[in-house]
């Protein structure tokens, strides 16, 4: 066994994702009540610790404490599992986000994989079978309702989704996200090119269908995550909670978690994708490979990059959210179906015709 | 003649839902900044800050009883306030000064005077109605209480709000 391969994992998953997106996750629900009440003129949680940070702790102690309740009516085993469906998967997809360049030689990723787009978005496709079995389990109208909702939705986008990431893996050439935070590293983001070879009418004509990609991506990112504009499986109006109606104290917590952990991981992605991952902009820092070796501090500037920006996309999620009125269903899944699967497919064909003029 | 509104035709562009996101983010953003920057001001900060300083005159808040300069109790429990309050708050058991008593012309005084503070409307009937400017309603606003027995303010809990209040009409007065 190489032991060094399995203590480096180690230390990168504890580091990744328990010390950094855990924390990311409670600091977005409090930036979300902070954020959203500025918006609205109000003041919202300023009472526990400095600014009201220590909020989420609060909000977490009271989630441990409450009473665990499981009505009799449920089925218990897929009752208990689907908050840890949500969850799980969400946390699962870390693994392949590089959030750095290299430390000390350990390159920052905690499993730098060759297929990264496909490994996230099949374990985050795993996410629909929390909420489905929730729906399910509950044994009761609004989760049920809820929890079909949720399925086709989330099964709908999962398509626009995949397809609008296919023009940039064609642009790329390569599936490794590692590779492709290089490779935008050296010649400028995929959405501003406005360094290295991207500074060309090749890279400006390619950030088109890049940014048709990345209002897809985004959308369906939405979508995915049942955030506001798309939250149907849960819109309160009409299903009270949706497929969570039924859960109480920490299993309720799961799934209040595992959405803002899916919203961390995708905006990660995102960033990942079309804001050029850890790296800085006009190609400072740069490292001279993937495999090169870099000073430590570079390594820790770069993780920096990634997690502030991270935090901007968060930030502009819970914007959106508090900005947009929520879909009709029809119209939700007609713009799902009708427009950004077309245009998805469309975009890739564009794609290709470009890069063959291009070559 | 009947006035027809017409169904406006949307643009290309403002069928791509885009601009409208746009415009949407302007006005939630020029919220937020103000707010941030501190232009804004929002909600006061409630246990720091209070509107005691801010209370109009005309406030109306728990009812109280007050003594007048002699610390007599100016209510003569004619019950009148109870008879007019519309949710029943206040239960009076009325008794007779003993005529030992520097005040026996007064004739009736209450035993007990109780005021439920859960059925309290602050409508202030009962200080328009008392005959003896005797029942006031101050500017105490937080009335609370971890039990329904602690809601209701007794005689001397009333007084205590009240307190004595000088330059009132003295009806029972030598000086009058």
């Known amino acids: 066994m190489d032991w060094q391969l399995i203590i480096a994992s180690v230390i990168k998953i504890v580091g990744f994702v328990f010390l950094t997106t855990l924390p990311l996750v409670a600091l977005s629900v409090w930036a979300e009540r902070r954020v959203s009440a500025a918006i609205q003129d109000r003041v919202g949680p300023n009472r526990v610790g400095p600014l009201g940070l220590l909020q989420p702790v609060a909000d977490g102690i009271k989630f441990l404490l409450k009473e665990d309740f499981t009505p009799s009516h449920v089925r218990k085993g897929y009752f208990w599992l689907a908050p840890a469906l949500t969850m799980v998967p969400a946390l699962m997809t870390c693994a392949v986000l590089p959030f750095g360049s290299k430390i000390f030689g350990e390159k920052m990723v905690i499993a730098d994989l060759d297929v990264g787009p496909l490994f996230v978005f099949a374990i985050a496709s795993l996410t629909v079978y929390g909420i489905v079995l929730a729906g399910w389990a509950s044994n009761s109208k609004y989760p049920f309702l809820g929890g079909v909702r949720s399925t086709s939705q989330m099964i709908s986008y999962e398509i626009s989704l995949g397809l609008s990431v296919v023009p940039l893996i064609m642009i790329y050439g390569d599936l490794n996200l590692g590779r492709i935070v290089q490779n935008q590293a050296e010649h400028g983001w995929a959405l501003l090119p406005l360094w290295g070879e991207g500074l060309s009418l090749k890279g400006f004509i390619l950030a088109i269908p890049v940014f048709i990609s990345f209002i897809i991506f985004t959308t369906s990112m939405f979508a995915e995550t049942n955030r506001l504009p798309f939250d149907l499986p849960e819109c309160e109006t009409e299903l009270v909670a949706g497929y969570h109606t039924e859960y109480s104290s920490m299993k309720f917590a799961l799934f209040f978690l595992g959405e803002y952990a899916a919203m961390i991981i995708g905006s990660g992605l995102a960033v990942t994708l079309f804001f050029g991952g850890w790296s800085l902009p006009f190609g400072w820092l740069t490292p001279e490979s993937v ?60 794609t290709a015709i470009l890069l063959i003029i291009f070559k | 003649m009947a006035i027809v509104c017409e169904r406006p035709k949307l643009k290309w562009w403002e069928h791509l839902y885009l601009p409208a996101l746009a415009k949407g983010m302007r006005v939630t953003l020029g919220h937020f900044f103000k707010i941030v920057s501190g232009k804004k001001k929002v909600t006061m900060q409630y246990p720091e800050e209070k509107w005691d300083d801010h209370m109009p005159e005309h406030y109306r808040g728990a009812p109280a009883l007050v003594t007048d300069e002699q610390d007599r109790e100016r209510c003569v429990a004619c019950q009148l306030c109870e008879f007019i309050c519309p949710p029943r708050a206040i239960t009076i058991h009325p008794e007779e000064i003993p005529s030992d008593d520097k005040w026996a012309k007064v004739e009736k005084r209450p035993q007990s005077f109780d005021i439920d503070m859960i059925r309290c409307i602050y409508c202030g009937l009962c200080e328009e109605v008392c005959p003896e400017q005797a029942i006031f309603l101050r500017k105490d606003y937080a009335i609370t209480g971890t039990s329904r027995a602690e809601m209701v303010h007794d005689k001397s809990k009333l007084y205590e709000i009240g307190g004595k209040r000088v330059g009132l009409v003295n009806k029972w007065n030598e000086l009058k």
């Open chain 1, 291 to 350: 495999d090169a070796e870099v000073p430590w501090w570079h390594g820790l500037i770069h993780i920096g990059t990634f997690f502030a920006k991270v935090i901007a996309f968060i930030l502009f999620f819970i914007v959106v959210r508090w900005t947009l009125p929520r879909f009709r269903y029809d119209q939700l899944m007609r713009l799902g179906w009708v427009f950004f699967f077309e245009i998805a497919l469309f975009n890739v064909v564009l």
